[in-house]
């Protein structure tokens, strides 16, 4: 893909879901970050059916499906908590993107392994690859020959949803004059994110492994993040 020609988002493209105003804060703060989490799942509507009717008010403002289209569910203005980073200040000057996908991926090797929280137990294939939940799936697949946070295989995110992510880093770094620049610290534990600094963040800049692993740095993410400081 050519990043070089992306521009900031046709507003037209996003669209809204009737998302309880008890589900998120209608409190407007400046904004200075932007965080991108993936769901650990492969639907808009599961992700969110996670999220209703939790009290502890656990949401995005953005939904990205697989094909590329932002689902909004309340204004980048407002807040919810989505880094459990111990510092609700992040949470309410931060914007945060949720991208269908599944995660980091198990491969099979014919024993019994342990997946999700509460622990299950699954009799698992040689040929096959398992999500988080236990559940195994056949997606494109991102693979990490040294591993990212313990894993060596990953959901792929979708040249379409890397597209529209840019478009919309585009739009919010001008609307709330966030800095764009490519940050090589924040695929892991940063300082500077947790600090506040202004600029394009993953969830694991600000938490340690294992407790996240999303984004993964896919080389096609990294070359658009990198691609957006000369577009900005």
């Known amino acids: 893909?050519?990043?070089?020609?992306?521009?900031?988002?046709?507003?037209?493209?996003?669209?809204?879901i009737d998302f309880p105003e008890d589900q998120y804060l209608k409190e407007v703060y400046t904004k200075r970050q932007i965080c991108l989490h993936h769901t650990v799942g492969s639907s808009v509507d599961g992700v969110i059916s996670s999220w209703e009717g939790d009290a502890a008010r656990v949401a995005v403002c953005i939904v990205l499906d697989k094909e590329g289209i932002p689902w909004q569910l309340f204004s980048?203005?407002?807040?919810?908590?989505?880094?459990?980073?111990?510092?609700?200040?992040?949470?309410?000057?931060s914007i945060a993107i949720e991208i269908v996908n599944w995660g980091q991926l198990i491969a099979g090797d014919g024993t019994v392994k342990q997946f999700g929280n509460p622990p299950k137990s699954v009799q698992t294939q040689i040929g096959k690859y398992y999500a988080y939940y236990g559940n195994s799936v056949t997606v494109p697949m991102q693979y990490y020959e040294h591993g990212f946070r313990g894993f060596n295989y990953f959901d792929k995110y979708t040249d379409a949803q890397i597209q529209t992510i840019g478009e919309l880093l585009?739009?919010?770094?001008?609307?709330?004059?966030?800095?764009?620049?490519?940050?090589?610290?924040?695929?892991?534990?940063?300082?500077?994110?947790?600090?506040?600094?202004?600029?394009?963040?993953?969830?694991?800049?600000?938490?340690?492994?294992?407790?996240?692993?999303?984004?993964?740095?896919?080389?096609?993410?990294?070359?658009?993040?990198?691609?957006?400081?000369g577009i900005a």
């Open 1 to 16: 893909m050519d990043w070089t020609t992306l521009k900031s988002i046709d507003l037209r493209k996003i669209k809204t």
């Open 76 to 93: 980048s203005r407002y807040w919810a908590y989505h880094l459990k980073a111990g510092n609700a200040e992040l949470d309410k000057h």
């Open 170 to 229: 585009l739009y919010w770094g001008i609307r709330y004059e966030i800095p764009l620049t490519y940050n090589e610290d924040m695929w892991d534990l940063s300082a500077r994110a947790l600090d506040g600094n202004p600029g394009v963040w993953g969830h694991v800049s600000y938490r340690p492994a294992p407790a996240k692993s999303d984004p993964h740095p896919q080389p096609e993410l990294i070359e658009m993040l990198k691609t957006l400081e």
